[in-house]
Structures are given as structure tokens and as C-alpha cells.
T-cell receptor, first 109, second 115 residues
Framework: QQQVKQSPQSLIVQKGGISIINCAYE??????FPWYQQFPGKGPALLIA?????SEKKEGRFTISFNKSAKQFSLHIMDSQPGDSATYFC????????FGAGTRLTVKP | DGGITQSPKYLFRKEGQNVTLSCEQN?????MYWYRQDPGQGLRLIYY???????QKGDIAEGYSVSREKKESFPLTVTSAQKNPTAFYLC??????????????FGAGSRLTVL
């Protein structure tokens, strides 16, 4: 069974809008929560990550919100751009990462 | 340029054949991983290795085998016992980020198609 559940499966946003992707996890031993961005035909690349001792982390237009009690975390992309169109994966773990199913984001110009 | 090299990029196999996917890293990372990517299922962990000559099964190890004889190399063999081997295979290695957690660096992937 999937240890990390991600939604939505796909997302279409207008340029300049906010993209929001949600993830939930079960294992309370997970201690590191990264988000990866993947373009077609390429391997995923680390976008932003958070540890559970903080509730929010912001890097440029990308923000992770983390709710430890609910075992949920989300990625917010502000001012979404067509270049952000990619597949996004959340992950959780420490030494061995478990990934969500991915969200295919399309930003329309 | 430090990174992970996977080869071949595309591979076709007949049913009943074993194939080996290569993964080499020059990042001096101790840990290496193999993931399988299928549409709508994300990345699923096949095997991982924290140190040379040691490796552990992930969530979907059946039908796969690995070896870790050198720090730089972690080849994956897809055996004929793997029932549905057509997929995109990703190799990764990890070193500690500033937070102390393992930060994964991925290769460009190998796409295996069984004919």
C-alpha cells in the first residue's frame, strides 16, 4: 500500500495563479519531507524540503506547509508560470524515501 | 561535473531475458537507490544500498537483483521472474544535506520495454 498519498493527480492553473498540491503520510517515523520536480524524460530534482520541527518553509515562489498532528503537508506555487509545468512528487522518510503518486501540473499562458 | 549516469537510456527486451541496467555516480555518495516509475503510481523503491557490499529490499524487490561491489556503481538486473518489467527505472544516490537528512540526486532514467 502507498505510504504517502498525494492529490490531485493532475492540476491545471492559469498563469499567475496559485498551484496547491497535497500529501498525507502514515508513518510517524518519517522525519524529512521533500518535494521533487520532474520534467518529461528526466529524473526528478529536489525542489524544496522541510523537517517536522517547522510548520512552513518558503523558497522564492515555492512554499511547503506542514501539519504534524494531521500528518499532512502541501506545496504552494505562487504566481505559477508555464515553465512550472511538470510532474511534482512529494516524498517522506529519512534513509529510504517513499514517494507519492505524483501530480501533473499544467500552467496555461 | 558530478552526477549520476544511467545506461542505456532505452532498452528493449524479449520475454524471458534478463537485462542489467547500469548506474554510476561520481558524487562520492555512500547510499544508492533504484526506483521504478509507472504512470499514476509515482516512484516505488526496488532496492537500496547504504554501503558497499550491503543492500536491502525495498517495496517491490521481487524479480529484481542488485550488487554493490564498488561505491560508485549499483547495477540493477531485471530478471525473467519480473512479471511486468516495462517501466521507467530511476537510479539515485544520496548524501547528507544541511538538515542532516538524505538528499536524493537522480539519474536521467532508463526506459525498459519488453516486447
Amino acid at each position: 500500500q502507498q505510504q504517502v498519498k498525494q492529490s490531485p493527480q493532475s492540476l491545471i492553473v492559469q498563469k499567475g495563479g496559485i498551484s496547491i498540491i497535497n500529501c498525507a503520510y502514515e508513518n510517524t517515523a518519517f522525519d524529512y519531507f521533500p518535494w521533487y520536480q520532474q520534467f518529461p524524460g528526466k529524473g526528478p530534482a529536489l525542489l524544496i524540503a522541510i523537517r517536522p520541527d517547522v510548520s512552513e518553509k518558503k523558497e522564492g515562489r515555492f512554499t511547503i506547509s506542514f501539519n504534524k498532528s494531521a500528518k499532512q503537508f502541501s506545496l504552494h506555487i505562487m504566481d505559477s508560470q508555464p515553465g512550472d509545468s511538470a510532474t511534482y512528487f512529494c516524498a517522506a522518510g529519512w534513509r529510504d524515501m517513499r514517494f507519492g503518486a505524483g501530480t501533473r501540473l499544467t500552467v496555461k499562458p | 561535473d558530478g552526477g549520476i549516469t544511467q545506461s542505456p537510456k532505452y532498452l528493449f527486451r524479449k520475454e524471458g531475458q534478463n537485462v542489467t541496467l547500469s548506474c554510476e555516480q561520481n558524487l562520492n555518495h555512500d547510499a544508492m537507490y533504484w526506483y521504478r516509475q509507472d504512470p499514476g503510481q509515482g516512484l516505488r523503491l526496488i532496492y537500496y544500498s547504504q554501503i558497499v557490499n550491503d543492500f536491502q529490499k525495498g517495496d517491490i524487490a521481487e524479480g529484481y537483483s542488485v550488487s554493490r561491489e564498488k561505491k560508485e556503481s549499483f547495477p540493477l538486473t531485471v530478471t525473467s521472474a519480473q512479471k511486468n518489467p516495462t517501466a521507467f527505472y530511476l537510479c539515485a544516490s544520496s548524501g547528507q544535506g544541511r538538515s542532516g537528512a538524505n538528499v536524493l540526486t537522480f539519474g536521467a532514467g532508463s526506459r525498459l520495454t519488453v516486447l
